[in-house]
Structures are given as structure tokens and as C-alpha cells.
T-cell receptor, first 118, second 110 residues
């Protein structure tokens, strides 16, 4: 159990376009979903925390108007990178926390989405 | 600013030996500690979690926590080439958030 999927797994787009990434918890309800970004040979950097039905909480330095997060249900969160530029090229990973379980802050990670902006 | 520090490595260990990975954290109030393994190009997968001081064993893996010294470590016994990966230490930061260290790149040499 506790499977998280992401779609697409990779995307290449032109500079100036917008890209939407979906994150789904497949077999559990996720109270909270997290969006991370990871540059090569670096650790995961939390971008934002997303709770179902409420506005996302963005980490310092992350532009909320550029990285739009929607958490429409307990199993789906989306990240839209608006007007993407080459510096936005990165590995984007989502994770989800369950509403119940033995660990109330264990995060289950999706497989990641590799974004390349030309 | 809550911080988690790891030696970035690379750490090279011969096959069959014990690999020792260390992590220190700044927030004395942290309660939960996690070790994730990340293969190149993949997302992290949970290896171990620990809450209480002392050792916790799971197969070839042992997590050690010392809250007084604010460090947590991961030991991998009988290291295998398939253990070669980057190991990320994560510490709870409240509000269900985790703070990750920069990761230690481990290479097991056959």
C-alpha cells in the first residue's frame, strides 16, 4: 500500500510554455502533499505544502505565481510551472502523507517528473 | 533555520563490509528521523525510521539515534553492490514537513 504516482514522468517544453504535473495517491487518502525540486547532485528542496481544499503554503523564495499548486481532492494534487524557463529544468518530486497510519509524518514519494525547458 | 548535515561523500566501502553513514541536525526538538535511499534518476524510498534513542535494526540495516548529541546514523552490514546509492537523512520539522540533508553518495566496491 501507500503508492504515489506522478504524471508525466518526463516532459520537454519550449521556454515560455506552462507545464502541469499531476501527483496521485493511488491506494490511500492523503491529508497533505508536498512538492520538492531536486537539481543534479543536490538534495530535495521543499517547494510547498499542499492541503486538500486550501491554499498551498510555499517555502521562502518559491514564487507562488510561477508554481501554481491545486489540491482538489484527497488523492490528487497538481503543480503547474507557468512560463517555464531553462532555469526551471529540474527533477520535481511529490510526496503524500496519509490521514492515518503508524507514522503521522511518513511521506510516500512519487517517482518524480523530469522537466527540461529548451 | 532547521538544518540537517551529512557528509556528501563519496564513501567507498568494499563488498561485505559495514557502511556507516552519519547525520547531524540542529533542532533539538525534532522527534522523528528517517533514512531514505535514492538511486540515480529515481525518487527516494524509505529505508528506516527511528524515534527513540538507541538502536533499531531491520535486516542488514541499523539506525542509531542520540538525541543528546543530535546525531543519527545508519549502518549497513554485509554491504552489497546494490546498496550503492545516495542516502538521505531527513528530520521532522513540524507540520508534517521533513528537512533533508544533502545526502551521502555510497559506493560498494565488488
Amino acid at each position: 500500500g501507500a503508492v504515489v504516482s506522478q504524471h508525466p514522468s518526463w516532459v520537454i517544453c519550449k521556454s515560455g510554455t506552462s507545464v502541469k504535473i499531476e501527483c496521485r495517491s493511488l491506494d490511500f487518502q492523503a491529508t497533505t502533499m508536498f512538492w520538492y525540486r531536486q537539481f543534479p547532485k543536490q538534495s530535495l528542496m521543499l517547494m510547498a505544502t499542499s492541503n486538500e481544499g486550501s491554499k498551498a503554503t510555499y517555502e521562502q523564495g518559491v514564487e507562488k505565481d510561477k508554481f501554481l499548486i491545486n489540491h482538489a481532492s484527497l488523492t490528487l494534487s497538481t503543480l503547474t510551472v507557468t512560463s517555464a524557463h531553462p532555469e526551471d529544468s529540474s527533477f520535481y518530486i511529490c510526496s503524500a502523507s496519509r490521514t492515518s497510519g503508524r507514522l503521522n509524518n511518513e511521506q510516500f514519494f512519487g517517482p518524480g517528473t523530469r522537466l527540461t525547458v529548451l | 533555520q532547521k538544518e540537517v548535515e551529512q557528509n556528501s561523500g563519496p564513501l567507498s566501502v568494499p563488498e561485505g563490509a559495514i557502511a556507516s553513514l552519519n547525520c547531524t541536525y540542529s533542532d533539538r526538538g525534532s522527534q522523528s528521523f528517517f533514512w531514505y535511499r535514492q538511486y540515480s534518476g529515481k525518487s527516494p524510498e524509505l529505508i528506516m525510521f527511528i524515534y527513540s534513542n538507541g538502536d533499531k535494526e531491520d535486516g542488514r540495516f541499523t539506525a542509531q539515534l542520540n538525541k543528546a548529541s543530535q546525531y543519527v546514523s545508519l549502518l549497513i552490514r554485509d554491504s552489497q553492490p546494490s546498496d550503492s546509492a545516495t542516502y538521505l537523512c531527513a528530520v521532522d520539522a513540524g507540520a508534517q514537513k521533513l528537512v533533508f540533508g544533502q545526502g551521502t553518495r555510497l559506493t560498494i566496491n565488488p
